[in-house]
């Protein structure tokens, strides 16, 4: 199996069964993004519990693409430092622009590498991570500027 059927079967795992995808009654810090390009509509919750992220969830309605790596990004962040979560979003970005980053935290969000490829894709790709900044924002546990 080359990278590239890997990266494609993980992302359709994620689209087709995508983690985490439910409100979260008990969120202190939720997000909406909106993709015009696409038609992507999500909305992100964490569980923000002191400097940790307790819990992620995300609903909306959006493409196969933008689900994914929303349901990546519930599976990553969940349990994690929001000092170390922060800076995943810059990670994920420079990978998709094609730069040499190490994407060993990027987890199964390493799969999305492929679509940088697709300008028009990229959008899709961080509408939810974008989201979680704003949520974080938000939420007070990340200090904007
Ligand atoms: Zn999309």
């Not at 069964?17 to 409100?23: C, F, Q, S, T, V």
């Not at 964490?46 to 689900?67: E, N, P």
Request: hydrophobic share 40%; with cysteine.
């Amino acid at each position: 199996m080359t990278d590239t059927e890997l990266y494609r079967d993980i992302i359709l795992d994620h689209s087709e069964n995508p983690r985490h995808k439910h409100a979260l009654p008990d969120a202190n810090a939720q997000a909406r993004g909106y993709n015009p390009l696409c038609g992507d509509d999500i909305t992100v919750y964490l569980k923000v519990d002191g400097d940790r992220i307790a819990a992620a969830a995300f609903t909306g309605q959006s493409c196969a693409i933008c689900q994914a790596s929303a349901s990546m990004l519930t599976e990553i962040v969940a349990g994690r430092r929001v000092d170390e979560v922060d800076p995943l979003v810059g990670t994920l970005q420079a990978m998709l622009k094609g730069e040499a980053v190490d994407t060993t935290e990027l987890g199964d969000a390493e799969a999305l590498r492929s679509v940088g490829r697709l300008p028009i894709r990229v959008k899709c790709a961080t509408l939810s991570w974008h989201a979680l900044q704003a949520a974080l924002l938000e939420s007070g546990a990340v200090k904007g500027g």
